[in-house]
C-alpha cells in the first residue's frame, strides 16, 4: 500500500511539472519571435516525453499487480525464504541461491510467464533491477499472449 501512495504522489507531482513546463513552452510561443518559438517548442516537448515515459511505467506497473494478483489467488506467489542482517536487509549470499533455483525453474519451463514472473522477484532481490524489469516484460508478454 506505502507503495501505491508513494507512485501517486511521485505522479502527481511529476503531472504538475509537465503541466507548469509546458505553459512556459506555451507562454515562450506565444512571444512570437524566432527564438521563443524555437525554445518554446523544445521546451514542449520535454512534458511529452515525461507523460508518455509515466504512460509507459504506469502501464507496466498495473500489469505487473495484475500478474501478482493471479498468482497470489492461485498460491504461486514466491515465499519469502530469504536470510535478512539485523536491519532487514536481503543477505547477498541468500540472494544468489533463491535466484540460481529461479533461474532453473524457467529454464525448465521458458514459456510459463509465472517462472519468468517469480525470476524477475528474485532479480529484484539480487538488486539487478534491468533484469528484473526485463524479465517482468517477458512475463507480461507471455500472459497477454496465452
Known amino acids: 500500500m506505502r507503495a501505491k501512495i508513494s507512485?501517486?504522489?511521485?505522479?502527481?507531482?511529476?503531472?504538475?511539472?509537465?503541466?507548469?513546463?509546458?505553459?512556459?513552452?506555451?507562454m515562450l510561443i506565444e512571444a512570437?519571435?524566432?527564438?521563443?518559438?524555437?525554445?518554446?517548442?523544445?521546451v514542449l516537448i520535454l512534458p511529452v516525453i515525461g507523460v508518455w515515459f509515466l504512460w509507459k511505467n504506469t502501464q507496466f506497473v498495473r500489469r505487473a499487480n495484475q500478474l501478482a494478483a493471479q498468482l497470489d489467488a492461485e498460491g504461486g506467489l514466491p515465499?519469502?525464504?530469504?536470510r535478512r542482517t539485523p536491519s532487514g536487509r536481503i543477505e547477498r549470499?541468500?540472494?544468489?541461491?533463491?535466484?540460481?533455483?529461479?533461474?532453473?525453474?524457467?529454464?525448465?519451463?521458458?514459456?510459463?510467464?509465472?517462472s519468468w514472473f517469480r525470476l524477475a522477484v528474485a532479480y529484484h532481490d539480487a538488486r539487478d533491477t534491468p533484469r528484473a524489469r526485463k524479465a517482468m516484460q517477458r512475463a507480461i508478454a507471455l500472459h497477454a499472449s496465452r
Open 93 to 114: 549470499d541468500s540472494a544468489d541461491e533463491v535466484f540460481a533455483l529461479r533461474k532453473a525453474e524457467t529454464e525448465a519451463a521458458p514459456d510459463d510467464w509465472r
Open 79 to 82: 515465499v519469502d525464504e530469504l
Open 32 to 42: 512570437g519571435t524566432l527564438v521563443t518559438v524555437t525554445f518554446g517548442i523544445s
Open 7 to 26: 507512485y501517486t504522489v511521485t505522479a502527481a507531482v511529476l503531472v504538475f511539472y509537465f503541466v507548469l513546463v509546458g505553459s512556459r513552452g506555451v
